[in-house]
């Protein structure tokens, strides 16, 4: 296994642990419900890679939707610095994974997110923390793009503000409604990127490639 990896791996399990010793009283309920829910799918819980199952899946519930727990806004405002900047920041192919609120399947892909500073820049890191603070809940694709614009333009009050989303949504693709790998776009604006020039340089750099 590369070293990323165990890194990555080693965070998801912080990310249970915290939110484990903090509600285990709701995973211990959620586990009960999914206990009779394998039965009612007329499988025994009992059989033992069932056994921990409903706990299982309890946790990962509870972590996939840590995002309740974080205030955007906040994350934002803990790296505000006031600086002369005024021109284009982007932050690209930020991954995201989140919960279809209609199906509670997931559906990932990539953010690009940009803004243009007023006396105000945002630490870099603190982007990417805000699209997951909205991507960890139940949502929907529209939603999840328009709360972190929003999010951005009323803490930073920035000149504008644009978020373009590319995800896969598997309740789509497993459930055979659409072709298999189609990818649903959805970008929200304010601002400058109203404006077509814009507009047009920040969708030419999101695709640029530096290889
Ligand atoms: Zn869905």
Do not use: W
Not at 22 to 42: F, H, P, R, V
Not at 129 to 158: G, H, K, M, S
């Amino acid at each position: 296994m590369k070293k990323s990896n165990l890194v990555q791996n080693k965070k998801e399990v912080e990310g249970y642990k915290k939110v484990d010793t903090y509600n285990q009283t709701i995973i211990d309920s959620i586990a009960k419900k999914y206990k009779a829910i394998l039965t009612e799918l007329g499988e025994n819980p009992k059989r033992e890679g069932l056994l921990k199952t409903p706990e299982r899946v309890a946790k990962s519930l509870q972590y996939l939707t840590h995002g309740y727990d974080l205030n955007p806004s906040e994350i934002l405002n803990s790296a505000k610095f006031r600086e002369d900047y005024k021109q284009m920041v982007i932050v690209k192919d930020i991954e995201i994974y989140s919960l279809c609120e209609h199906h509670l399947l997931p559906f990932f892909g990539k953010a690009h997110v940009a803004y243009i500073p007023n006396n105000y820049i945002v630490g870099l890191s603190k982007i990417p923390r805000v699209v997951d603070a909205y991507a960890r809940r139940l949502q929907v694709q529209e939603r999840l793009t328009t709360e972190i614009r929003d999010c951005i333009q009323d803490t930073l009050e920035p000149l504008g503000v644009a978020v373009v989303i590319e995800a896969s949504h598997l309740c789509m693709q497993m459930r055979g409604i659409q072709k298999q790998n189609s990818v649903t776009t959805t970008s929200a604006f304010t601002g400058e990127f109203e404006n077509d020039r814009t507009r047009s340089e920040f969708i030419k750099l999101i695709q640029f490639k530096f290889h």
